[in-house]
């Protein structure tokens, strides 16, 4: 039986591996509407730099970013634009063929529908803008942690789950 999944009788396939990577690349719709859909709003009501303060440590602004995570390369000369695309579409025909191969390990796929739902989101930012739009601001004392999105929450906590499941798995052969 593989990690993650649970079968009710011996040798029979985990729940959701009977339907393949459909549910897994569902979720990873899912993360990819809801982050472009929130994209949208931002770029329909707010102009670069604008905010909302919503806390006293949590503002909605508009940002982009050129670079990678915490705008990594954000200044160079444009040529990340076309790097990154690269990076995320080969990590989305990656992660695809990783679902087909382990479809029934449930946290392993829940992790990496969120990461390629995630990585689609800023892929279409990067050809449809050139940037990412970033849009979550968290501060604290005049200091900002760099603003982000959907898509790299969904990607971060795929991150998170893939740690969390290998550490299972390390669990289980002990």
């Not at 790097?83 to 992660?95: H, K």
Request: net charge positive; aromatic share 14%; with cysteine.
């Amino acid at each position: 039986m593989s990690a993650g999944g649970s079968a009710s009788t011996p040798g029979a396939a985990p729940p959701l591996a009977r339907f393949g990577i459909w549910p897994w690349l569902a979720l990873a719709l899912l993360i990819f509407i809801a982050d472009q859909w929130t994209k949208t709003l931002i770029l329909g009501h707010y102009r670069l730099g604008d905010y909302t303060p919503i806390t006293g440590f949590f503002n909605i602004v508009r940002a982009h970013n050129t670079g990678a995570a915490f705008s990594f390369l954000a200044g160079a000369s444009g040529w990340q634009r076309w790097f990154f695309t690269a990076i995320g579409v080969g990590a989305a025909i990656f992660i695809v063929w990783m679902l087909r191969t382990h479809p029934g390990q449930r946290l392993f796929c829940f992790a990496l529908a969120c990461i390629l739902g995630g990585a689609l989101g800023n892929v279409i930012d990067r050809l449809m803008h050139g940037y990412v739009v970033d849009f979550l601001d968290f501060h604290w004392a005049g200091r900002h942690f760099p603003a982000f999105n959907l898509a790299d929450s969904a990607i971060t906590l795929g991150a998170i789950c893939l740690i969390l499941d290998e550490l299972r798995r390390m669990r289980k052969r002990a």
